[in-house]
C-alpha cells in the first residue's frame, strides 16, 4: 500500500490506505465476465490481476485545501464486528499511522465527509477506548447527506447485518456527540469541496467534487467500485437502485470523459486515480501520474 498523493490547483490529496478489498470485490458485480474483461485490456493488470480476479482496497482520502484538512469516507476501521466480508471482522489496521505520514494528527481533522453510509466508509468515524465507542476525529464536523442520514436512521430491514452495526458502532455515536452536520446533497463544504450527488447506489449517495484554480479531481464513492464499470457502465453492485446507479455512473462518465478532471476511484487498485477517455463507442480510464 504505497502512499499516493496527487496535486489538484492548490489542493493536495493523499489516498490513506485502510485495508484490500479484493476478496469483497469477487461477485460484488454481477454481470463481470472475463471475456469483456479481455475486451477492455487496459484493465489488465492493475484493476484485473493475470488470474481474472477484480483486485480493489478500501481506502480515504485525504484533501488539504485552502488550510482546511478533509477526509473523505474513513474506511472499514478497528475492532470492528463485521462478518459480512471474509477479512474485514475485528480489524488492526495501520490507518492513522498513515494519516500521520501524511503529516496529519486525527484532531487537525476539519471535516469528515461521507459518499454514504455503507459499513467500509464510515468505520474510522469512532474507535474502542475503554469499551465505548468513541469519535475518533473529535475537532471535526462529521459532514453527512440528510436523506442518507434519515434513511439509515429508519434501518430499512432489507440491509445486511453489517450496515445496521456500521450505523450503530460508527454513525450514532458522532452524531450523538453533537458532531454531525445534516446536509443537502449538494453541499459545499468549503471552498473548492462540493458534494455533487450521484444516487443509486444508496438512496443519497453522493460523490465530492474538488476544485482549485482550473484544475478539478472527483472522488467517485461507489458510485462505481472498480473501473470495469467504467468500460461497461451498465454493471452493477448490490446498488438500492440499480437503474438509478446505472443512470448515475453513465451521467459521471460522460460528464468527466475527454476532460483533465482527474477520477480518484474509492475502491479502485493502484494507481488508483486517472482520466476517462473515450474510446470508439466505449471509454478507458488512463491512470495519471502522482507527484
Ligand atoms: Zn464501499
New binding site residues.
Partial sequence: MESLRWQVGDATVFRIADVDATAALQGLIPKFNPAAVAHASWLTPDFVDETGRLRGMVQAFLIMIAGQLIIVDPGVGNAKRRVAVPGWDNLRTDFLGRLRSAGVEPDEIDFVVNTHL?F??VGWHTQLVDGAWQPTFRSSRYVISAGEFGYWHSKPANQIADQHAGFSDSVLPVYEAGLVDLVADDHVVTEGVQLLPTPGHTPHHVSVMIESGEQSAVITG?VM?HPCQIAYPDWGASDFDASQAQSSRTRLIQRFADSDTLILG??FADPVAGRIRREGTTFRLIPADEL
Avoid: L
Wanted: charged residues 30%; hydrophobic residues 0%; without cysteine.
Fill in positions: 455503507h467500509d466508509h461507489d467500485h474509492t475502491h
